[in-house]
């Protein structure tokens, strides 16, 4: 498990994933040409607006998924 700090709305936040995640997420922020930290904050925007919103982890985890089976697109 590898864990990152990131702000989110101005409050620093921990974020524990698999590294391979990490990577696909790392991936799809250099594809968007985006920081690290702007994707996250993206996908954990989308998250909240959801009716079904789960955890930050648990989106980023269906957002690399996406990326990775070519799906794309923020977490439902």
């Given at each position: 498990?590898?864990?990152?700090?990131?702000?989110?709305?101005?409050?620093?936040?921990?974020?524990?994933?698999?590294?391979?995640?990490?990577?696909?997420?790392?991936?799809?922020?250099?594809?968007?040409?985006v920081?690290?930290?702007?994707?996250?904050?993206?996908?954990?925007?989308?998250?909240?607006?959801?009716?079904?919103?789960?955890?930050?982890?648990?989106?980023?985890?269906?957002?690399?998924?996406?990326?990775a089976?070519?799906?794309?697109g923020?977490?439902?």
């Open positions: 498990m590898k864990k990152r700090s990131i702000t989110l709305k101005g409050h620093r936040t921990s974020i524990v994933l698999e590294p391979e995640f990490w990577v696909a997420i790392e991936r799809a922020a250099r594809k968007r040409q920081s690290l930290a702007g994707l996250v904050a993206e996908i954990d925007a989308e998250r909240t607006r959801s009716e079904s919103a789960g955890g930050l982890a648990s989106a980023l985890r269906v957002f690399a998924l996406r990326e089976s070519g799906a794309g923020e977490a439902d």
